[in-house]
């Protein structure tokens, strides 16, 4: 086989909620297990194993799943943008196709952050909205290089992970079809 057609059918809104669920749970695990201490001291601040969980979920996983479906549908636009429908089946060219989307998704945070933080405002600023909060804190204060460069790790494997997934998932699909020699 010489050339990999991309389907891009793993590069999908469920499987992008999936891998950005991945990467949270793994990530909260390894925060758990670096500072035990600090988290359980969160977690009886807030009053619980249940509000803890209500406050993770409405001020972190809920709001990076907007990031993850806007990365997916920036994924799939890029492909359409520069036309790229198949991918040589060596390394230099598998390279050079992820190296494609680097920089759309270093802009990406450009795309998704205003929405994510809105969706975190709403969330979170329930029943207190105030439009200077949520410009100062949730809008303009978020857009920053401490910021960004957080984000930046996160959707980089979010989004490469995403890519290697579909790909894999094409090269098996195309594989299974052909005939054997």
Known sequence: MRA???SRSYLKPTTGVAVMLVVFLFSELVSW???YPI???KMQQVGGVLPYLWLVLRSLLIPEVMTALIVVWL???AHRWFGIEQVESNWRSILGYKLIFLPVLALSFIFFNPVTETVRFLLE???RYSLSTF???YLAGTFSWPIYIRYLALVLVVGYALLTISLLGDLHRQTSLSPTR
Do not use: D, E, T
């Open 4 to 6: 990999i057609r991309l």
């Open 33 to 35: 297990l670096a500072s």
């Open 39 to 41: 988290n359980l001291l």
């Open 75 to 77: 994924l799939n636009q």
């Open 125 to 127: 600023g329930y029943p």
């Open 135 to 137: 410009w100062n804190v």
